[in-house]
């Protein structure tokens, strides 16, 4: 049966399955059940409540909803998506999910610290997408910023095309086991030096590590990052979709503040609606 595959379970991701589901469409949210919509202790600008309801109960009252017409929820992180015989997703777990279509709603998570000398190298030597840049440090050293399963599953794409890679925690405990032959290093750092493309890292304890890139992967993957890991269309940390909330990138979908704009729930929810109606007629049609 045709399937749905939906990155992220805030009410973007959630009213994207509610139509999807509606539609008859086989449909699965996966989600770190972290949405911002958690912080929000009282919403009252939202349609059908005459009373302030928090963002928790709201996220909760919607997954109610998909549930009860069969969507499957997952608790778990994304971190990454490839083409195969058909779009898959993989999982920190270790899931593979397959997909006639996605929808990306995890929102915009990028985490960039405020280290010197990131900005000044971004485009040479600083990248945020390991599938999009990583050839381009093919044979050289490079590092990963990071210290969970996005830092690992970056690191271990680059491993296959890098001369060596290593991963830089900045201080922080490494949350996991890195991939087979990848380095750690986990002392602070102090900055990033270099003449007219990144050369080296320098840490706080007065060592360094030289390297050609550093890949940003600090936090969880948002939309933008796996939008640009399938070669979708992006303005910055903006996803750009049309009318339908559809990518260029054939049968991948994005709704809520990927796409930019307002960052409200009622404009989550309506674009979330849009993606999971038209990637459900989108299936359809390469159905029949």
Known sequence: ?????IIGNGPAGLSAAIYAARAGVNTTVIGSG?????????????FGHPEPITGKDLLKNGEAQ?????VAI????????????SLMVQTAS????????????????????????????????????????????????VAVLGSGDYAANEAHELSAIAKS??????????KLEPPAGVRVNTTKIAGLKGTATLEAVEFTDGTSLTVAGVFI??????????????????EGNKILVDEKMATNVPGLYAAGDGTGGWY????????????????????RGISE
Do not use: W
């Open 217 to 234: 992967a600090m936090g969880t993957a948002g939309s933008g990052d796996f939008a640009k890991k399938l070669g979708a269309e992006t």
């Open 165 to 174: 890679v290593t991963i830089l925690t900045d201080g922080e405990p490494l």
């Open 94 to 141: 270790g899931q593979a999910f397959p997909a006639d279509a996605i929808v990306l709603a995890t929102g915009v998570s990028r985490k960039v610290p405020k280290i010197p000398g990131i900005e000044k190298f971004e485009g040479s030597g600083v990248s945020y997408c390991a599938t999009c840049d990583g050839f381009f440090f093919r044979g050289k050293d």
């Open 264 to 283: 409200q729930v009622t404009k989550a929810v309506y674009q979330g609606a849009v993606a999971g109606s038209e990637a459900a007629k989108y299936i």
């Open 1 to 5: 049966m045709s399937n749905i595959v």
């Open 74 to 85: 997952h608790y778990d992180e994304a971190v990454g998506i490839s083409f195969g015989e």
């Open 66 to 70: 998909c549930k009860r017409l069969g």
């Open 34 to 46: 972290n949405s911002s919509l958690l912080k929000a202790e009282q919403i009252e600008n939202f």
